[in-house]
């Protein structure tokens, strides 16, 4: 609700963030009796029960080869995690004794953050042009994206070539210098929550095992239930050697994200130096870490979970009369976390010149409606493609499923009259 009392419904969870919902009251109770026993201790010389308990119980939900013998490494949000994550790689291969590699490669069309790192090996055009000059350039491959393939191909003919792409690249490309791979499994922002065919992702394992080359999943949006599994690579079975975190593991409810870390990683640091050389003063902040147990309390206590399937099929069941309109040309996603993408001509899929600002004219006009949205153009090739994502809390009700359908349907009427 805003200050002149005006409501909105949220069907971006701000930006797939608000997995319980707001103002669940447990959760800020929770935080208000860890910061009135202890709001800070420096991870130097202490850990905090709370960032003790909700690290087990991550690797609990985390694939089975982050069992026993996982951890976790906490910080306050996704763009530390994939800091982290490269240093971690970069680390892990220096105490293997095969310093040649540091190189994180990743995909064009993705993003995993705004610092420079997260920046280096994200592919996001817009977001990364202003700042290429301070940029190092490690190597982006194919999306994986059916609705525009890159390679003009369509599932199952393709054989994945998307995947196949990562393995031409290192190939051509110095692979012993490689330290890492990193990837959403379903692409959020970019390119509206696409979602690839079976066996990408399990080629893309299977690449990196192959050439020595620690995966790593990137889930601070696709994780933490968004998807209908705890984390999105299990609906392939892949088994990630890092998983990042963010958004919906505090929901929102305090600053928090994470890197999962599987065993045989920790194994190489503990036997090599014993120490990660990389820290953030805020790092498993007790406050934030008790958050997110709180909201992983209230995920159980609710059965948050399970409500992911169903509410998806409610939602998209409400969404379907949307795609008789022209310019709908596909609703497409995973679970909770769904895109829109708008196009000018459907039987091409042409996209809307740039300057027609179609995804925030979508995002104002529901906005009109009191539906809150979340915009993105640049999904066809960086600058042209329009989508809104919706990635509502999952505590979202199939009346409100209906809402959201009606609000966007008037917003498309204004935007794009038939
Ligand atoms: C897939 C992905 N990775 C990383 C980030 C960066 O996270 P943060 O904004 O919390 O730093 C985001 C944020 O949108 C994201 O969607």
């Known amino acids: 609700m805003d ?3 005006r409501r909105f419904l949220d069907a971006a969870g701000q930006a797939a963030v608000v997995n319980i919902g707001h103002g669940v009251h447990e959760v800020a109770r929770a935080m208000a009796e860890q910061g009135s026993q202890l709001a800070f201790a420096h991870t130097t010389q202490f850990h905090s029960e709370s960032a003790e308990k909700l690290a087990a119980r991550l690797l609990a939900l985390a694939p089975r080869n982050f069992r026993p013998g996982g951890r976790v490494w906490f910080t306050s949000g996704g763009s530390e995690a994939t800091e982290t994550a490269i240093k971690l790689a970069r680390q892990y291969y220096l105490e293997s004794n095969e310093p040649a590699r540091y190189r994180v490669v990743s995909r064009r069309q993705s993003y995993h953050g705004s610092t420079l790192g997260a920046m280096t090996v994200s592919g996001n055009v ?41 393995s031409v690249f290192l190939k051509e490309n110095d692979s012993g210098s490689v330290a890492a791979f990193i990837f959403e499994p379903v692409v959020g922002a970019t390119l509206g929550a ?58 929102g409810y305090a600053p928090l994200g994470a890197v999962l870390v599987a065993p045989h990683v920790v194994a190489a640091f503990e036997r090599g130096s014993g120490a990660f050389q990389h820290g953030f003063t805020y790092q498993a902040h007790p406050v934030a870490t008790a958050a997110g147990n709180a909201v992983l309390d209230y995920i159980e206590s609710h059965k948050l979970f399970e409500r992911v399937w169903p509410a998806s099929e409610n939602l998209r069941a409400s969404l379907v009369p949307l795609l008789s309109h022209p310019h709908v040309g596909e609703i497409r996603g995973l679970g909770l976390l769904l895109g829109i993408e708008f196009v000018k001509d459907k039987s091409t899929r042409e996209p809307f010149p740039r300057e027609e600002k179609i995804a925030e004219r979508m995002r104002q006009a529901a906005f009109d409606q009191n539906l809150l949205v979340y915009p993105t153009q640049g999904c066809v090739d960086g600058l042209r493609g329009d989508h809104v994502l919706l990635a509502p809390p999952f505590v979202v009700s199939a009346q409100e499923s209906e809402q959201v359908a009606t609000a966007l349907y008037s917003a498309l009427q204004k935007v794009l009259p038939q």
């Open 3 to 5: 200050k002149s009392g």
């Open 126 to 166: 817009a977001r990364r042009t202003p700042y290429q000059p301070l940029l190092a350039e490690w190597g982006h491959v194919a999306p994986c994206f059916c609705y525009h393939c890159p390679f003009d191909k369509a599932f199952p003919g393709c054989a994945t070539a998307c995947a196949e792409d990562l």
């Open 194 to 251: 696409a979602v690839p065919p079976d066996g990408y992702a399990q080629r893309i394992a299977e690449v990196c095992r192959d050439h020595k080359i620690l995966l790593i999943a990137d889930e601070i949006m696709s994780g933490m239930g968004r998807t209908g599994t705890p984390f999105a690579v299990q609906h392939w079975n892949v088994e990630p050697d890092l998983i990042l975190v963010g958004k919906g593991i505090a929901s």
